[in-house]
Nanobody, 118 residues
Framework: QVQLVESGGGLVQPGGSLRLSCAASGDDYSIYVMGWYRQAPGNGRELVAAITGRGTRKYAGSVKGRFTISRDNAKNTVYLQMNSLKVEDTNVYYC????????????WGQGTQVTVSS
């Protein structure tokens, strides 16, 4: 079992930056694949970025070059640095933990709102 708590969302102007944090507790955090997701148009959640325990990363095409995912295994925390934010990045961002790099895991945080607006 893993519990996830996100923080760092808020309101920012287009072109600005935010850093999201997700603190994990419960299980051996270092073995989990950690990811950030956001609500997809219609239904479900889409991957924003993911990182393995050894640091392998992947990104959605829409955020590549602007967002950076990182983790600190000593602090049981994963981060999402978001730069050059666009209005279309406005969404609720969810932290996720699982065992597979190819799909979302079973554990979700409560979500944090990111609003990009002038």
């Amino acid at each position: 079992q893993v519990q996830l708590v996100e923080s760092g969302g808020g309101l920012v102007q287009p072109g600005g930056s935010l850093r999201l944090s997700c603190a994990a507790s419960g299980d051996d955090y270092s073995i989990y694949v950690m990811g950030w997701y956001r609500q997809a148009p219609g239904n479900g959640r889409e991957l924003v970025a993911a990182i393995t325990g050894r640091g392998t990363r992947k990104y959605a095409g829409s955020v590549k070059g602007r967002f950076t995912i990182s983790r600190d295994n000593a602090k049981n925390t994963v981060y999402l640095q978001m730069n050059s934010l666009k209005v279309e990045d406005t969404n609720v961002y969810y932290c996720n933990a699982g065992r597979q790099f190819e799909r979302a895991g079973d554990y979700w945080g409560q979500g944090t709102q990111v609003t990009v607006s002038s």
